[in-house]
């Protein structure tokens, strides 16, 4: 299991804070329909996948 909260604070340490849809902007993920589970889970997916090319990419 990954915690995408702590890939995001390591990793994307620029950001101005580390809340889901600051991240998501970040990254350019839709934020859309927050603060519900299953697009929620969708846009944590995302982000993941984006870490995890920024991370691979350096």
Do not use: C, N, Q
């Amino acid at each position: 299991m990954y915690d995408t909260l702590l890939l995001a604070r390591t990793f994307a340490y620029w950001s101005v804070d580390h809340k889901l849809g600051t991240v998501a902007r970040a990254f350019g993920v839709e934020a859309e329909d927050s603060h519900r589970a299953l697009p929620d889970a969708g846009m944590v997916g995302d982000i993941f996948l984006k870490l995890i090319e920024m991370i691979l990419a350096t």
